[in-house]
């Protein structure tokens, strides 16, 4: 099945983000290097190339994002471009004012009447499938090109009309012309046939002015309104003709200046006031305009691209539709390596009603939007609407666990702080390391308090049943360290400078003490909370009000209380312990041992607690809560 790799180009692209269903991309002068805003002509080429031609400035080429203009001064036979086509090699030809002009790509050929053409002015031109060139003139009738001279073709041989704005073929190798009087039919030897209002036309649609044959074989015309009345679009099956006429949700305007057809024979009619009509299953009618942006509803020309891209040219310019969005694709991942359950989903949007997705890079396409089983690899996806096709930003589907137990790799852990990590329900069977840091190195949720920067690992099983191993490191902030000077016997002063203060009296704080220093104005147990820049908080001892200057020291202990316990971890010097209300009421003294243990406590207390362990020599605070 045919592929085709989209470009993007260097213009102003307007998607319609509510429903992605199309996209329109507008070419201007002033956003791109268009010859000009007002095209007559457009025809998308087997390169990839876009040609374009003007209303009296000459011709461009888009090839992705690059633009070529051409004029008389490299090759054209005037620079009023009516129609284009590129031929069975390759080679580009332009119906101009004055003749039909060949690009080989190298080498410019104009034909005129000292070549053999019955006038200059060529309206059209189209290739049969004998590669003979034919042409539409302004009054002189067809002309036929065989490789070496010209043949014409007029009202005295059975032609219409002799001014002629359309050529196409049937697939019996008939050819038909569409002229200012109806519509000509040739079997290419003597037989002519033509087709008027009378006969099968669309109502007052005599002059016609546009035509095309689409893949199913049915021939198609579009006429102009004869003196404001009628017109529409006529299309013959073989034996019969259908018509068309401007409706609300049908036809957008009767005057239709272009037909083009995709591969699955849905058709695009260019209007001249309302936009481009699209029909699809010859019943389901849909337009666009300015309000869905196009440049210009005043349209002179369309063409389906190989590519799948429709383009109109107007006369403000050139709007390109894309009749497929891809939006996103949806992955659910494999989990453990253990079976190949993985799922992919496409999401896209089109204007048509059937999508077609392919997850074997093109070799296979199918309607379903999702692909279940799929193994731990490397995919190219694509999808289509049966004319466009979008290759999807490829795809790597993984073997990954259902996801970390903590959304984050490292954490500020504010010295001598015991904390926990609180995993999600989803997990189980943990084990931590190190151990020296942990309450318990199996609990679901220990107590954890390191002594330094060091990295914490945790194994555990989602709910996938897959094990897992997360990493964080755990940066241990420096040790708050501080004194309180007593001074005049009731001055108290923190002798470093923090964020925050808050001074107690028997655990209560005091309104407004919120200074580094306060003077204690009557008798009792004084304490000092501080609050350094990252947010780590530490306190004093009791400082009992008149007594002399009291200095905290400073020895690193850890402890924290849950259930009741009292856990720590000091010195191995350490031999007691005091438990004190922040009142300074003693509600407990114990012996203990040094080192890594813990004791249960007695008192029922709640609230905020200070501990104090010590030796003889020696001892360190901690504030606690129970």
């Known amino acids: 099945m045919k592929k085709v790799f989209l470009s993007l180009f260097l213009a102003i692209t307007i998607s319609l983000a509510m429903s992605q269903s199309y996209s329109i991309t507008n070419y201007t002068t002033s956003n791109s290097s268009i ?32 633009w070529t203009t051409y004029t008389t001064s490299q090759g054209l036979g005037s620079n009023t471009v009516k129609g284009i086509i590129e031929d069975h090699l390759g080679n580009i030809w332009f119906a101009t004012t004055g003749g039909v002009t060949k690009y080989t790509g190298s080498t410019w050929t104009t034909y005129d009447t000292g070549d053999g053409l019955p006038v200059n002015d ?27 001279s010209w043949t014409t073709y007029d009202d005295g041989d059975g032609l219409a009309q002799n001014f002629v704005q359309a050529i196409t073929q049937d697939q019996g190798g008939d050819m038909w012309f569409a002229t200012a009087n109806g519509v000509s039919r040739f079997n290419g030897t003597s037989t002519w046939t033509t087709y008027t209002s ?22 198609w015309f579009g006429s102009k309104p004869g003196f404001g009345i009628g017109g529409g679009v006529s299309m013959y099956n073989g034996s019969s ?28 009619f260019a209007t001249y006031v309302n936009g481009v009509s699209f029909l699809k299953n010859l019943s389901s009618w849909s337009t666009y305009g300015t309000p869905h942006g196009l440049v210009s509803n005043a349209l002179q020309c369309v063409d389906v691209a190989p590519d799948g891209y429709v383009w109109v040219g107007s006369t403000g310019g050139v709007s390109r539709i894309a009749t497929l969005v891809f939006q996103s694709t949806e992955i659910t991942h494999n989990t453990c390596g253990a079976v190949c359950d993985a799922q992919t989903i496409i999401h896209a949007g089109t204007i048509t009603s059937m999508l077609y997705y392919s997850f074997d890079d093109g070799s296979s396409y199918q309607t379903a939007n999702f692909q279940d089983g799929m193994c731990t690899d490397t995919y190219d996806l694509w999808v289509t609407d049966s004319s466009m096709f979008i290759e999807i930003p490829g795809i790597d589907v993984l073997d990954i666990p259902e996801g970390d137990a903590f959304p984050f790799d490292s954490m500020a852990v504010c010295f001598a702080d015991t904390f926990q990590l609180n995993p999600g329900s989803n997990f189980s069977d943990f084990l931590w390391a190190p151990d020296s840091i942990l309450s318990n190195d199996t609990a679901t949720n220990p107590y954890i ?97 008149m007594n002399a200057g009291i200095e905290e ?49 007695q008192n029922n207390t709640s609230g905020a607690l200070i501990i104090r362990f010590s030796n003889e020599s020696s001892y360190s605070v901690k504030s606690l809560y129970r």
Not at 43 to 48: A, K, L, P
Not at 125 to 146: H, L, P, Q, R
Not at 450 to 478: A, H, K, M, T
């Open 198 to 219: 009378s006969n099968g036309l669309v109502s007052n649609g005599n002059e016609v002015i546009s035509g095309c044959c689409d893949p199913d074989g049915n021939v």
């Open 449 to 545: 308090y390191p002594f330094s920067s060091q990295w914490l690992e945790i194994d555990y099983l989602d709910s996938s049943g897959c094990n897992i191993s997360d990493f964080i490191y755990l940066d241990v902030l420096p040790q708050i360290v501080f004194n309180v000077n007593v001074t005049d016997d009731s001055v108290f002063t923190v002798d470093n400078t923090f964020s925050s203060y808050q001074w107690y009296r028997y655990g209560s704080p005091i309104s407004g003490a919120t200074a580094q220093t306060y003077t204690a104005d009557q008798p009792g147990n004084y304490t000092v909370c501080v609050t350094n820049a990252e947010g780590c908080d530490a306190c004093s001892g009791m400082i009992p009000y």
């Open 35 to 66: 010859v000009s805003n007002d095209i007559l002509s457009v025809q998308g080429t087997s390169t990839g190339a876009v040609w374009f031609g003007s209303n009296g400035s000459g011709a461009s080429k888009l090839v992705g994002s690059t």
């Open 122 to 148: 060529v309206k059209c031109v189209f290739e049969d499938i004998s590669n003979n060139i034919w042409v539409g003139t302004g009054g002189g009738g067809v002309a036929k090109y065989n490789g070496s």
């Open 241 to 268: 003709w259908t018509t068309w006429q401007s409706a609300p949700g049908g036809l957008a305007n009767n005057q239709v200046m272009g037909i083009a057809s995709d591969a699955k024979s849905r058709m695009w």
């Open 553 to 601: 020291t400073s020895i690193l202990v850890h402890a924290y209380i849950s259930d009741n316990v009292l856990y720590y971890d000091i010195p191995e010097s350490f031999n007691k312990i005091e438990v004190f209300s922040y009142d300074g009421r003693i509600l407990e003294v114990m012996e203990c041992e040094g080192g890594q243990s813990f004791v249960v406590l």
